[in-house]
């Protein structure tokens, strides 16, 4: 009884066996879509990595020698692979208000390589005057075209505010607004002025970016504070005793506490 038992278990795995090696598996049949990458897979955005259809930069903390930068949208193909490039086609909202040519610039082609899910769009952004005074908004809409579909169109994110995020439309916020960064601190440093932050990250070589963290960070603890307190002092001081006092925009005198 006990081996017709394990026979009759041998004979059943058999069979599963075959049965499942002569199945199928079902392969994508639909269209290639083509969407914004960062709506499905999160990005990370001030250290948080987060699904999102839009993001802000700012010039605000870059070194003035910095007229430029380049953004890279990732998108993303839902589908198959190509073994050529297909071109991606994308145009500019109307509710833009940044201007192409003056404010931003596209590649002349943009393409999802072949052998690719995922590509970048490169959009390189000027720094311009009027950016000190306002905000310059750049939304980009992907449409379809002969290698690809836009299926992918929007999702309900918050139910209560039926808030939505858009997979095939993505947002671009751009400044040169300077405001004071979370790792200016006043007790040591005094009040934050453009010049005297760019001299001080000029003197002693820091990055401007760097104070866009917050105290404590790398770089931004109590001891370092106090090092780039204590330098600033005493240059201000050499300056003045050699008749070169420093003055801010304003012609008040340079001052740390």
């Given at each position: 009884m006990k081996k017709i038992l394990i026979l009759s278990s041998i004979l059943l795995s058999i069979l599963g066996f075959t049965s499942c090696s002569q199945e199928e598996i079902e392969t994508y049949k639909d269209t290639d879509n083509i969407y914004f990458s960062p709506s499905v897979?999160?990005?990370?955005?001030?250290?948080?990595?987060?699904?999102?259809?839009?993001?802000?930069?700012?010039?605000?903390?870059?070194?003035?020698?910095?007229?430029?930068k380049t953004y890279k949208i990732p998108i993303r193909v839902q589908g198959k692979l190509s073994d050529t490039d297909r071109k991606v086609k994308v145009t500019i909202d109307p509710a833009s208000t940044a201007i192409e040519g003056t404010h931003f610039t596209l590649p002349e082609n943009i393409v999802m390589h072949a052998g690719h899910?995922?590509?970048?769009?490169?959009?390189?952004?000027?720094?311009?005057?009027?950016?000190?005074?306002?905000?310059m908004l750049l939304v980009l809409n992907l449409e379809e075209n002969e290698a690809f579909t836009t299926k992918m169109k929007s999702k309900v994110i918050n139910v209560l505010t039926q808030k939505k995020m858009s997979f095939i439309s993505f947002k671009l916020t751009f400044d040169d607004k300077l405001t004071m960064p979370p790792g200016w601190f006043a007790p040591f440093l005094g009040v934050f002025t453009a010049k005297k932050f760019f001299l001080m990250c000029d003197l002693m070589h820091l990055e401007p970016s760097?104070?866009?963290?917050?105290?404590?960070?790398?770089?931004?603890?109590?001891?370092?504070?106090q090092y780039y307190q204590n330098f600033m002092k005493r240059y201000l001081l050499d300056q003045k005793a050699q008749g070169n006092t420093i003055y801010e925009e304003d012609g008040t005198e340079m001052f740390i506490p």
């Open positions: 897979f999160p990005i990370p955005v001030s250290a948080v990595n987060i699904l999102t259809d839009s993001v802000g930069l700012s010039f605000g903390l870059e070194n003035p020698s910095i007229i430029e899910e995922v590509d970048t769009i490169a959009v390189k952004i000027r720094r311009t005057p009027d950016m000190k005074d306002k905000s760097m104070f866009n963290q917050k105290l404590g960070s790398t770089g931004l603890s109590l001891p370092d504070v």
